[in-house]
């Protein structure tokens, strides 16, 4: 079965400083893709970043970057120069047969 | 804003009750998923249509069903209603393409449900 595995349920940074969420993940696959997902306070899920196991080069998006480590199944986010607007849940997925499947999230707050 | 709409924002309902969600993809998207996200259960995946037709299941209840109409709109249907069903709903969408072809998907904001 696919898991995805969140072992910090909360976290905290200071504005402008850089923090990395983990995420470990299982799965016999050899092709997926894997996610981070905002959410912030209004509830609304938001993608922050995708990345294509296929893929040797590390996703970048502005501030988020990931870490993957295919072999370790690790995928761990990296957010730089962290903003007030930061403060979310983060959801690592995976997606498998079409669906996604979540780890139970990462309570980021950003402090001024 | 992820083009993904929802209706209605909240709902607030009584046990043994029936509700409808709807769900409008992005524009170009064929492919029209809905999550279950709870605090007990967290985010679980429900149940995915592609133009039209259900493609793939998750953990949908035998009280739930969903269906996806020509103009690609989705509804899900919670009958007989429960407390433990009280959860936020999502709604996603994706381009959508060949099953096992991968993916990116967009989620809506959501719909509260409340069940009283």
């Known amino acids: 079965a696919q898991t995805v595995t969140q072992s910090q349920p909360e976290m905290s940074v200071q504005e402008a400083e850089t923090v990395t969420l983990s995420c470990t993940y299982d799965?016999?696959?050899?092709?997926?893709?894997l996610f981070w997902y905002k959410q912030p306070p209004s509830r609304q899920m938001i993608l922050v970043i995708r990345?294509?196991?296929?893929?040797?080069q590390n996703a970048t998006e502005n501030r988020f970057s990931v870490n993957f480590q295919k072999a370790a199944k690790s995928f761990s986010l990296k957010i730089s120069d962290s903003q007030l607007g930061d403060t979310a849940m983060y959801f690592c997925?995976?997606?498998?047969?079409?669906?996604?499947?979540f780890g139970t999230g990462t309570r980021l707050q950003v402090f001024p | 804003d992820s083009g993904v709409t929802q209706t209605p924002k909240h709902l607030i309902t009584a046990t043994g009750q029936r509700v409808t969600l709807r769900c409008s993809p992005r524009?170009?998207?064929?492919?029209v998923y809905w999550y279950q996200q709870s605090l007990d259960q967290g985010l679980q995946f429900l149940i995915q249509?592609?133009?039209?037709?259900?493609?793939a299941k998750g953990n949908i209840l035998e009280r739930f069903s969903a269906q996806q109409f020509p103009d690609l709109h989705s509804e899900l249907n919670l009958s007989s209603l429960e407390l433990g069903d009280s959860a936020l709903y999502f709604c996603?969408?994706?381009?959508?393409?060949?099953?096992?072809?991968?993916?990116?998907?967009?989620f809506g904001p959501g719909t509260r449900l409340t069940v009283l």
């Open positions: 799965t016999s696959e050899s092709n997926y893709y």
């Open positions: 997925a995976f997606e498998y047969t079409d669906k996604l499947i």
């Open positions: 990345q294509e196991a296929y893929k040797q």
């Open positions: 996603a969408s994706s381009v959508g393409a060949l099953a096992g072809v991968r993916d990116t998907q967009y």
């Open positions: 524009s170009g998207d064929l492919s």
């Open positions: 249509y592609y133009n039209g037709e259900e493609r």
